[in-house]
């Protein structure tokens, strides 16, 4: 029902949503807050701001639809304008979709073993401060055994933060190629959620039209539509 020019500027739209997600998510990520942290919101961040923006979608692409429909109407009789604003086809498209509000598939960050995952002992309230960095060291006897070098144990400590400084650099790497391509999905997701929106607001479009086709044969009034006018 779109014209190939609003369907190019909604994937236009689509694309630049998914860029600001990308966005917004990166530079949380690349930020120097607690790993874990970091790790937790790289899974969820990036699906409550897809259901958010599948929102703002819907919206831009109704916007559309209506836009296009009223465009159809305009030479319409004004009993039958008046019966489409009736109709609501806006509000009933949100009714219809109820539990088929677009649900993004869950994201799945994959790692490697590493460094953190190792460690067996946990000695709390280890906190130091490198360059402005708050760095949370997890140490167990075995990790030094096999990690650190025979050396001084301030050596031996820097060695470890180095190690997680590291590590952590490695992490966030891996977790932003893995969002990027959550991203990629997602976008194909929403650009099917979005056509299937579309096919529904034609259905109801179509059921429309055929009540007021009905209507200007069996009404008493004298309607006249515009000579072959085609409503849809």
């Not at 677009?102 to 906190?127: A, C, T, W």
């Amino acid at each position: 029902m779109l014209t190939k020019e609003l369907k190019k500027q909604l994937k236009e739209v689509i694309s630049k949503e998914i860029e600001l997600i990308k966005y917004e998510v990166f530079f949380i990520i690349d930020q120097d807050f607690d790993i874990y942290f970091l790790k937790e919101f790289a899974k969820h961040r990036p699906q409550k701001l897809l259901k958010e923006k599948a929102k703002t979608l819907l919206d831009t692409l109704l916007n559309y639809l209506m836009k296009e429909t009223l465009e159809k109407i305009k030479n319409l009789h004004p009993d039958y304008q008046y019966e489409f604003f009736k109709e609501n086809l806006r509000n009933k498209i949100k009714v219809l979709l109820g539990n088929r509000s677009f649900k993004p598939r869950p994201l799945k960050i994959k790692e490697k073993e590493n460094l953190l995952d190792k460690i067996n002992d946990v000695i709390p309230g280890l906190v130091v401060s490198i360059t402005g960095i708050v760095v949370a060291l997890v140490i167990s006897e075995t990790l030094l055994l096999k990690t650190v070098p025979a050396t001084s144990s301030l050596v031996g400590f820097v060695y470890i933060v180095k190690k997680l400084e590291n590590e952590n650099k490695r992490l966030k790497k891996l977790w932003k190629k893995q969002i990027d391509s959550y991203l990629k999905l997602a976008k194909k997701d929403l650009e099917k959620w979005l056509s299937d929106v579309e096919k529904d607001f034609l259905e109801e479009w179509q059921t429309f039209c055929a009540k007021i086709v009905h209507s200007f044969f069996v009404s008493t009034k004298s309607v006249k539509l515009q000579s072959g006018q085609n409503l849809l």
